[in-house]
Nanobody, 125 residues
Framework: QVQLVESGGGLVQAGGSLRLSCAAS????????MGWFRQAPGKEREFVST????????TYVESVKGRFTISGDNAKNTVYLQMNILKPEDTAVYYC??????????????????WGQGTQVTVSS
């Protein structure tokens, strides 16, 4: 069984930074890409960012472009999300996910096979 474990969440003031980490453990698997999603209170879970290991291409939701940076280590199935200039609207539970199938652009939840339990990020104004 594959487990993804996030860490690095917390409480930060607006304008501050946090770095989220996500590491895979358990059964060995090969991921095609890994990504981050988030769910704010009362809202549906939304895509934040993804990184494709082949070529290193990345994608971001428009609202975080220029502020968040995704990176990772393919060999270790580890992914990071550096979040700068945080805003109150970034408050959410952040989930990492891994996809092993070579389909899709990495923007939709159904493309991902494995999910973490989530880490809370709270940005105060």
């Amino acid at each position: 069984q594959v487990q993804l474990v996030e860490s690095g969440g917390g409480l930060v003031q607006a304008g501050g930074s946090l770095r989220l980490s996500c590491a895979a453990s358990g059964r060995t698997f090969s991921s095609y890409a890994m990504g981050w999603f988030r769910q704010a209170p009362g809202k549906e879970r939304e895509f934040v960012s993804t990184i494709f290991w082949r070529g290193g291409s990345t994608t971001y939701v428009e609202s975080v472009k220029g502020r968040f940076t995704i990176s990772g280590d393919n060999a270790k199935n580890t992914v990071y999300l550096q979040m700068n200039i945080l805003k109150p609207e970034d408050t959410a539970v952040y989930y990492c996910a891994a996809k092993s199938r070579r389909v899709g652009l990495g923007l939709a939840e159904y493309e991902y096979d494995y999910w973490g339990q989530g880490t809370q990020v709270t940005v105060s104004s």
